[in-house]
C-alpha cells in the first residue's frame, strides 16, 4: 500500500549525497525535520529526469525556499556514485539533497516502487513530490504515467 496523506515517513537508511561525500542517514533524520520536499525520479540520467524533473526545481529553489520549505531532496534507486555524477552533470549546488535509494529500500517502504525489468531497467521508484512537515506526510502526487506534471516544481509551489 502506498504512503498517503497523514502517515510518518518511514524508517531506511538512505545515502545522503554531497559532491564526492556519501554518508548513510536516517530517512527519519533527513525528511523529518521542517518542511521538506522531496521528490523522486525513476533513474538519474534519464531524459525527463535530467531535463526537466531535477532542473525545474533547481531554477525553482529560492521560490520554494521562499514559501517555507526547509529542505529539498530527490531520491532516486541509484547508488551514490551515480547520484554523485548526476549532481555533477547538472552543476548542483547546494539547493537540494540528493539521496541515494540503492536498493530501492525507501521506495518499497512507502509502497511506490516500479518495475522496469520490462524496459532493462530492474527495481525503480516511481515519479512522485510529497511535502512533508515535521516527519509527516502532508500531500503525495504520483505521476500517472510517464509525464511530468503532478510532481514538477512548478505543481509543488501552487500546492504550498
Request: charged share 20%; proline share 4%; with cysteine.
Amino acid at each position: 500500500m502506498a504512503i498517503s496523506v497523514g502517515d510518518a515517513i518511514p524508517e531506511v537508511t538512505l545515502t545522503v549525497v554531497k559532491g564526492d561525500e556519501f554518508s548513510p542517514a536516517s530517512s527519519r533524520d533527513v525528511l523529518g525535520k521542517g518542511k521538506v520536499v522531496l521528490f523522486a525520479v525513476p533513474g538519474a540520467f534519464t531524459p525527463t529526469c535530467s531535463d526537466y524533473h531535477l532542473p525545474g526545481f533547481i531554477v525553482r529553489s529560492d521560490e520554494l525556499f521562499a514559501k517555507g520549505v526547509n529542505t529539498i531532496a530527490c531520491v532516486s534507486v541509484n547508488d551514490a556514485f551515480v547520484m554523485s555524477a548526476w549532481g555533477k552533470s547538472q552543476n548542483l549546488g547546494e539547493e537540494i539533497t540528493l539521496l541515494a535509494d540503492g536498493n530501492g529500500d525507501f521506495a518499497k517502504a512507502i509502497g511506490l516502487e516500479l518495475d522496469g525489468s520490462s524496459f532493462g531497467m530492474g527495481l525503480r521508484s516511481q515519479r512522485y513530490a510529497m511535502v512533508i512537515e515535521d516527519g509527516v506526510v502532508q500531500s503525495v502526487d504520483v505521476e500517472p504515467g510517464g509525464g511530468l506534471t503532478v510532481s514538477s516544481a512548478e505543481a509543488i509551489l501552487a500546492k504550498i
